[in-house]
């Protein structure tokens, strides 16, 4: 009785030893590394301008509606509708992604906003924002119903 007592090696393994798939996984990503590192690195040699900030510049285009019924466009009065859309035609032609902000007075007719908008769209300035002020809380409230 004294060699009686065995032990269960025989048995099923009843875990997974991670240990060889964390090597192997972290000599892939050390390999994906280096040779990410190497591809990056046989572009064309340039000599690439220096610069403060890498941001690139956005031109808009800036259609202010005032309430006496002038039009400015980039800070120049303009005479009529159509010298509006030879405006943004060209400044179409000259930046195939320009934004156009358009401001308009409060007593301005929502008709004549429109218009612009039209005249906008029709000259291929599809990317449009509307100029407005910060508001205080008291003003952003919805007017109550029944009072």
Request: zero cysteines; a negative charge.
């Amino acid at each position: 009785m004294a060699g009686g007592a065995q032990s269960d090696d025989d048995g099923m393994i009843s875990g997974i030893n991670v240990t060889p798939l964390v090597d192997v996984t972290l000599v892939l990503l050390i390999i994906f590394m280096v040779t990410a590192k190497m591809i990056v690195n046989q572009g064309m040699p340039m000599d690439l301008p220096k610069a403060a900030t890498g941001q690139e510049i956005q031109t808009v285009f800036s259609v202010e509606l005032s309430a006496d019924g002038k039009t400015h466009v980039d800070s120049n009065p303009v005479a009529n509708d159509e010298a509006v859309s030879a405006l943004a035609k060209s400044a179409k032609a000259k930046n195939q992604d320009i934004r156009a902000v358009i401001r308009a007075d409060r007593k301005v007719e929502h008709g004549r906003v429109i218009h612009v908008l039209d005249l906008l769209n029709r000259a291929g300035i599809s990317k449009v924002a509307f100029g407005v002020q910060a508001a205080a809380a008291e003003e952003t409230k919805p007017p109550s119903e029944g009072g």
